[in-house]
């Protein structure tokens, strides 16, 4: 069983920035890849951006410049640095990361979601 555990949403001015993290634990072989999601009111959830075991990132163009996704494989832990924030960013967004079990079976863990409110 793996649990991930996130932090660091809250509520923000405009041009304003916050810090996500999510860590995991449980019973974890490696960690693959990690990324943040995010749902706004009445739309679907979205990529926001990745990050491999590796180092490589992607990110949605509509944050690209303004967000940071990076992570500490040691410390299973996965942290989205945003910037310059915009009432569009408002969502709840969710960590997911691709885990390898100590069975060495892989499964997509998710986060419980933190909302982020970006005010005008």
């Known amino acids: 069983q793996v649990r991930l555990v996130e932090s660091g949403g809250g509520l923000v001015q405009a041009g304003g920035s916050l810090r996500l993290s999510c ?44 967000f940071t996704i990076s992570s500490d494989n ?25 885990v390898s079990t100590t069975s060495r079976i892989q499964f997509q863990y998710w986060g419980q979601g933190t909302l982020v409110t970006v005010s005008e």
């Open 23 to 66: 860590a995991a634990s449980g019973s974890i072989f490696s960690i693959n890849a990690m990324g943040w999601y995010r749902q706004a009111p009445g739309k679907q959830r979205e990529l926001v951006a990745t990050i491999t075991s590796g180092g490589s990132t992607n990110y949605a163009d509509s944050v690209k410049g303004r």
């Open 74 to 98: 040691a410390k299973n832990t996965v942290w989205l640095q945003m910037n310059s924030l915009k009432p569009e960013d408002t969502a709840v967004y969710y960590c997911k990361m691709v």
